[in-house]
């Protein structure tokens, strides 16, 4: 297992390495405008600031998931669809430890992703608030239980106190949670492409087909 997850992390790390670059680089800018539209105050940022914010979240919720699962490192559709996929039979391994060490890197690769996104996303909760408070509440402060601080920074301490003090036990079931179903949808698409490579002989993936099998 360590020869198997060995070879898929020099495999996969220049691919791990540019994404986590990328990602830091469009969430920091993201962050960036935001925290100024924050403070501004100012309507001629403001809509660029939700545009941003509303890409940062689905950059750093699903874009980081789906290209875990699509392009991450336990993905078999690289090994099922090349014409080499023959030279998978002669690797001395059982295939329950290739197929292990596939789906592990993969787990190390969304948690590489994940751990500084959550981090990036913490800075964006406040500024959240901001905008519902522009948008739906009219600029008017709404308390339902909970102390909003009247500060950008104050915030954010608010938050990571809710997640790591008073909410820790929530916080630890969702990332029990995150983490299981990532492997489980991980091993059903694995299955899916593993049908569509035995039953389906076409020469290019059809889409279509394979979304039906799914």
């Known amino acids: 297992m360590k020869t198997v997850l060995r070879q898929e992390w020099n495999a996969s790390k220049k691919r791990i390495v540019t994404v986590s670059v990328v ?3 469009i969430m920091t800018f993201c962050i960036f405008i935001n925290v100024l539209t924050y403070y501004l105050n100012t309507k001629h940022v ?3 600031g939700i545009l941003l914010y509303i890409l940062c979240f689905f950059i750093g919720t699903s874009g980081v998931v789906l290209f875990s699962l699509i392009k991450g490192s336990g993905n078999l559709h690289s ?7 023959y030279l998978m039979l002669t690797i001395p391994k059982r295939s329950w430890v290739l197929m292990g060490g596939k ?10 992703y994940a751990i500084p996104t959550a981090f ?7 500024v959240g608030e901001f905008f519902i408070q522009k948008i739906v509440l009219n600029g008017k402060t709404v308390n339902e ?7 950008y920074w ?9 997640v790591f003090v008073t909410g820790l036990g929530h916080t630890i079931q969702v990332i029990v949670f995150v983490v299981s179903m990532f492997v489980v949808v991980q091993i059903f698409l694995n299955m899916a492409f593993a049908i569509y490579a035995a039953f389906i002989k076409l020469k290019k993936k059809h889409f279509i087909l394979m979304a039906i099998i799914i």
């Open 46 to 48: 403001f809509g660029f």
């Open 120 to 126: 990036y996303l913490s800075f964006l909760g406040p």
């Open 23 to 25: 990602l830091a680089g």
């Open 79 to 85: 090994v099922l669809f090349k014409e080499t996929n």
């Open 103 to 112: 789906i592990l890197m993969n787990l190390f690769e969304f948690i590489i």
């Open 154 to 162: 104050g915030n954010v301490k608010q938050l990571y106190h809710a």
């Open 145 to 151: 239980g909970f102390t909003i601080a009247h500060s």
